[in-house]
């Protein structure tokens, strides 16, 4: 589960002014949503980061498509979800401004933890809610059974009529 993809960003040797882009297998093993796991694929995600030097510090993008698959959150049924992943991060330590410190940024401006940033990005990028489909009709209050594709006449459990009812109704046309 826990990932360690670090990059060295002083053995990119960047000058201000430069930039590069790697193309690196990020390994995010599953993802809690809910309090559930959902599995990646592909894990290792195919991350693509660009490092640039401007004047100061480091900017940093990562882009890596991702496919999660595991339980509906409604029904329980499998569900699978595609999601874009598009983050973007600066990190400008001689400024003292904590919102220029990137959290993934440690050892003194000098290791970026990619795979801690790309699991946070991932887990943003999902909807917090997983469906099978957006319109899943959950499970059925009284029975448990799944809704979706069922007949409505099967899970008219409230609407049995209660005899009780029925005596009352006949009273009543007298
Ligand atoms: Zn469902
Ligand atoms: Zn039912």
Known sequence: MASS???DLDRLSL?????TR???PVPLGSLELGGEDYTLDPDPVAA???VSRPTRGYAFRLRFPISAAGPCMRCLEPARLEAEVDAREVDQRDIEDEELHSPYVGR???ELDLGRWAHDAAVLALPSRILCRPDCAGLCPVCGESLNDAD????EHESVPDPRWAK???LKRD
Not at 15 to 19: F, I, K, R, V
Not at 152 to 155: C, G, V, Y
């Open 22 to 24: 790697l193309d690196v």
């Open 168 to 170: 009352l109704n006949e």
């Open 5 to 7: 993809t670090i990059i």
């Open 152 to 155: 409505p006449a099967d899970h």
């Open 48 to 50: 693509r980061l660009d």
């Open 108 to 110: 003194e401006g000098q």
């Open 15 to 19: 000058s201000h002014g430069e930039g």
